[in-house]
């Protein structure tokens, strides 16, 4: 981890548990985003991936916070969640 501020601090009595910065946190919560989103339209990672030109390798990569998709990629995938088959036909 970088110098990133904690953003919640390890249990004290838990040898387990770590810190959480708030970058990861920020890529945690954008992961979800893009996995309810895919999710909610009843969509593999595959098919959301050629519907929505998204390259399935970054796809996984930001579902399961490897690397943080960027703001464009959110606000994308926002749209995505309120207009499915507009996005869809647009990228066709």
């Known amino acids: ?3 990133d501020p904690i953003a919640l601090p390890a249990d004290p009595t838990d040898a387990e548990d770590f810190d ?3 970058e ?3 890529r945690a919560q954008r992961a979800r985003l893009i996995r309810k989103t895919r999710t909610g339209l009843g969509l593999t990672q595959a098919e959301f991936a050629n519907r929505f030109r998204v390259p399935v390798g970054t796809l996984r990569d930001w579902e399961q916070a490897r690397a943080t ?3 464009f990629a959110i606000a994308y995938v926002r749209v995505i969640g309120l207009h499915p088959d507009m996005v ?4 066709a």
């Not at 869809?88 to 990228?91: M, R």
């Open 69 to 71: 998709a960027p703001d």
């Open 1 to 3: 981890m970088k110098n």
């Open 88 to 91: 869809a036909k647009a990228v």
């Open 20 to 22: 959480v910065t708030v």
């Open 24 to 26: 990861a946190l920020d």
